[in-house]
């Protein structure tokens, strides 16, 4: 087995998994329930994994994996308001200064 990816929570592994569903990929999570452990291991050592039970799938799955990550930074970029150029953070839906809603 290969891990694959490790992420600070299961949420953030969540679209990781999806896409290797999605790709009927196989794999396994580690680390799931361990957290109670930290403070006595590093934290990236707890942190949850996911592992390809395939070695195989390796090169597919780790595409798949930086398509993902590329789509999730894409979602956290800050976008400017079209009416009055402020830059909002990206979970705005309005303008923070002026109040116009976002549009792009
Ligand atoms: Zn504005």
């Not at 329930?33 to 006595?40: F, P, Q």
């Not at 930086?66 to 308001?81: A, G, L, R, T, Y």
């Amino acid at each position: 087995m290969k891990k694959l990816i490790s992420r600070s929570s299961l949420i953030e592994l969540a679209p990781y998994e999806f896409g290797l569903n999605v790709a009927d990929i196989k794999f396994i999570r580690k680390n799931e329930y361990i957290s109670g452990a930290v403070g006595e291991l590093p934290f990236t050592d707890v942190w949850p994994e996911l592992w390809l039970l395939d070695d195989a799938c390796y090169d597919q799955a780790n595409h798949i994996c930086k398509q993902i990550e590329s789509e999730v930074k894409q979602n956290n970029i800050d976008w400017s308001c079209i009416e009055c150029g402020e830059i909002n953070a990206n979970s705005f839906e309005f303008c923070w200064s002026c109040g116009e809603l976002r549009r792009v």
